[in-house]
């Protein structure tokens, strides 16, 4: 009986029965400690050199909240 149930999914696996879940491009919704650290590298904001993530120094970035401008 185990053996009938493994190879029925391991069929519907290979028969593309079983889809994965659509590529998400947004990051996760943040957690309860990471309110405060904009691009979840585990350095909070308020000391954080790079606050958004978008590899340019907050002291350069013209807009340091926004990862999508500099």
Same mark, same amino acid.
């Given at each position: 009986?185990?053996? !009938? !149930?493994?190879? !029925? =999914?391991?069929? =519907?696996? !290979?028969? @593309?029965?079983?889809?994965? #879940?659509?590529?998400? *491009?947004?990051?996760? #919704?943040?957690?309860?400690?990471? $309110?405060? %650290? &904009? +691009? &979840?590298? @585990?350095?909070?904001? &308020?000391? %954080?050199? +790079? $606050?958004? @993530? %978008?590899?340019?120094? *907050?002291?350069? +970035?013209?807009? #340091? @909240? %926004? #990862? $999508? $401008?500099?």
């Amino acid at each position: 009986m185990k053996s !009938l !149930l493994v190879m !029925l =999914a391991a069929s =519907a696996t !290979l028969a @593309g029965c079983v889809v994965p #879940p659509p590529y998400d *491009n947004r990051p996760p #919704p943040p957690g309860p400690g990471m $309110r405060g %650290d &904009r +691009d &979840r590298d @585990g350095v909070p904001n &308020r000391y %954080d050199r +790079d $606050r958004d @993530g %978008d590899g340019v120094p *907050n002291r350069y +970035d013209s807009r #340091p @909240g %926004d #990862p $999508r $401008r500099n």
